[in-house]
């Protein structure tokens, strides 16, 4: 059983628009989230992060939103630019969880030019 | 400061051989993780070290082990290669141990089993 979803598997976006990726979690007790984008043959690079006692973090064009009751969250890129194009991985970890990272399946993210 | 190093970086085996995997993390950081990659799973959690102790472990045989030095390097191996374990092995790194803490990865180590 997935505990962590990205159900669109790829998300195509106009240069300058916004992009919105979105992730949703089934285990109450994730308090961490990161966002991670990665391109292929590469390892994943570390984008953004958020506590489960905040709903809102920025940084830069990345910002990531926490919609604890919904067990949502998304990643906002404002403006999109082609060299963002890559997939994209939502993980989320618990304090004292079996797992270090639960990962995910990703959105392919395609920025047109 | 220098990122997560992996080596090798690709990797051809047959089945029934065995292969060990090396990760040298952020100087620093004291726990490494390790994923396996594939098209189908994703990224899928193997274990976790830290000083040198497995804290924890993915759902995995037993056929996967690892290990941790005391200068925080780590190695994984796989015994008995089976089709299947073909994949990007990725090892990650951070400053503590178990969660809330950002991970960072290396390369990765893809590895071919024929």
């Known amino acids: 059983d997935q505990q962590v979803k990205q159900n669109s598997p790829s998300l195509s976006v106009q240069e300058g628009r916004i992009s919105i990726l979105n992730c949703d979690y089934t285990?109450?007790?994730?308090?961490?989230f990161l966002w991670y984008k990665k391109y292929p043959a590469e390892g994943p690079t570390f984008l953004i992060s958020?506590?489960?006692?905040?709903d809102k973090n920025e940084d830069g064009r990345f910002t990531v939103f926490l919609n604890k009751s919904a067990k949502h969250l998304s990643l906002h890129i404002v403006p999109s630019q082609p060299g963002d194009s890559a997939v994209y991985f939502c993980a989320a970890s618990a304090e004292g969880g079996s797992e270090k990272l639960v990962f995910g399946k990703g959105t392919k993210l395609t920025v047109n030019p | 400061k220098a990122g997560v190093t992996q080596t090798p970086r690709y990797l051809i085996k047959t089945r029934g051989q065995q292969v060990t995997l090396s990760c040298s993390p952020i100087s620093g950081h004291r726990s490494v993780s390790w994923y396996q990659q594939t098209p189908g799973q994703g990224l899928q959690f193997l274990f976790e070290y830290f000083s040198e102790t497995q804290r924890n472990k993915g759902n995995f045989p037993g056929r996967f082990s690892g290990r941790q030095f005391s200068n925080s390097r780590s190695e994984m191996n796989v015994s008995t290669l089976e089709l299947g374990d073909s994949a990007l092995y990725l090892c990650?790194?951070?400053?503590?141990?178990?969660?809330?803490?950002?991970?960072?990865f290396g390369p990765g180590t893809r590895l071919t089993v024929l």
């Open positions: 990650a790194s951070s400053f503590s141990a178990g969660g809330g803490d950002t991970q960072y």
């Open positions: 958020i506590s489960s006692i905040k």
């Open positions: 285990n109450s007790m994730f308090d961490y």
